[in-house]
């Protein structure tokens, strides 16, 4: 059971990596029209990530892997079940990567503005599609006794509370994206950065409390969690603390530790999503007696033994790699004839 709990546990924690590390990614390809308003502009912005975007992608097939080992049944679920999201997901992520390697290789406006578009577009889309995956997971799917999700069309994903959570998502990453660029930037960019976070930030707040409140509405199976354990209400009290402290920050214009503070927000937003959750994995919304979980999705215990053993020799790695990374390319956007 105790390995169970651990990987359920690093699944989020690879999950968080992801949104903390390829979060102002996205935030910052759908900002990209707005603070950059000609070419040398949108150059720095797409320099800003140009060294680390595609490091920070790798944490989605980690996420990817430790399902897949972990939690074996409930990744042939979602698959399956959700394969077109999954596809639209992919080339969303496809696109976004030849966006911005390919933009640059012409000096034409029309080329380059047709890839800047694509890659606001793409970054846009994966977004919605990633807070469609969390709605759809927090309300229930149509999980029957053979464990396979049973879907007729992508209309029914994309149902309402769904959709909710997706603009929740955008408006999150969007607002996540503006510190970055307000961090990694001077000048005129900077400064339509810092106007757009005001707006952003309302526009989030709104859309996340108008989200918790249907949830409880609806009674999906988080609000019942937190009913039945009083003391988990730490984790998103500990998530708007952070979020009035990034606010703080970046008011002060102490934009290293307002880009940190955001960065524990979404973790903390994330990790009370999963504390309601746990032990479900995917909530049946034909049966509870369906839903899959923490113990009998999981692997067997010699699988997950030897995985605990890889992810501690190998993790730290990771970490330094990231770490590293994060370190090398610190500082304001330079443009060189290397840039893109």
């Known amino acids: 059971m105790w390995l169970d709990d651990v990987w359920f546990g690093l699944f989020v924690a690879v999950v968080a990596g ?19 308003h000609d070419d040398t502009e949108r150059r720095v912005v797409l320099n800003s990530i140009g060294p680390i975007w595609d490091g920070n992608e790798v944490w989605l097939v980690v996420a990817g892997g ?5 939690f074996p049944i409930v990744y042939a679920a979602l698959l399956s079940g959700f394969y077109w999201a999954m596809m639209l997901l992919l080339i969303g992520l496809i696109l976004r990567g030849v966006a911005i390697e390919f ?21 846009l889309a994966i977004a919605v599609l990633l807070g469609v995956a969390f709605g759809n997971i927090v309300s229930g799917v149509p999980l029957n006794n053979g464990g396979q999700v049973v879907i007729g069309s992508l209309l029914d994903v994309l149902h309402p509370f769904a959709l909710l959570f997706g603009v929740v998502a955008v408006a999150m990453l969007a607002l996540y994206g503006a510190v ?22 309302v526009a989030f707040l709104l859309l996340a409390a108008a989200a918790v409140v249907w949830m409880t ?21 500990a998530s708007v603390a952070a979020g009035v402290m990034a606010g703080a920050a970046m008011l002060r214009r102490r934009d290293v530790s307002g880009f940190f503070w955001s960065a524990a927000a979404i973790v903390l937003v994330l990790v009370s999503l999963a504390a309601g959750l746990y032990p479900n994995l995917l909530i049946s919304s034909l049966d ?30 990771v970490l330094l790699y990231t770490a590293g990374v994060q370190y090398l ?12």
């Open 66 to 70: 430790v399902l897949f080992a972990a």
């Open 288 to 317: 509870a007696r369906y839903s899959m979980t923490v113990s009998n999705a999981a692997s067997a215990a010699e699988t997950l033994t030897v995985m605990l053993v890889v992810a501690v020799i190998g993790l730290p790695f």
């Open 103 to 123: 933009r640059s290789k012409r000096e034409s406006g029309t080329w380059r503005t047709t890839w800047d578009l694509v890659f606001s577009t793409s970054s």
């Open 217 to 237: 509405v609806a009674r999906y199976g988080i609000p019942r969690s937190y009913r039945a354990n009083l003391w988990l209400i730490v984790l998103p009290a």
């Open 329 to 340: 390319f610190r500082g304001k956007v330079r443009l060189t004839g290397d840039s893109y």
């Open 180 to 201: 970055f660029v307000d961090l990694k930037t001077e000048g005129a960019v900077q400064a339509r950065s810092r106007r757009a976070m005001g707006p952003l930030a």
């Open 18 to 36: 992801y949104l903390v590390l390829d979060g102002f990614d996205l935030g910052v390809g759908m900002l990209l029209p707005f603070v950059a």
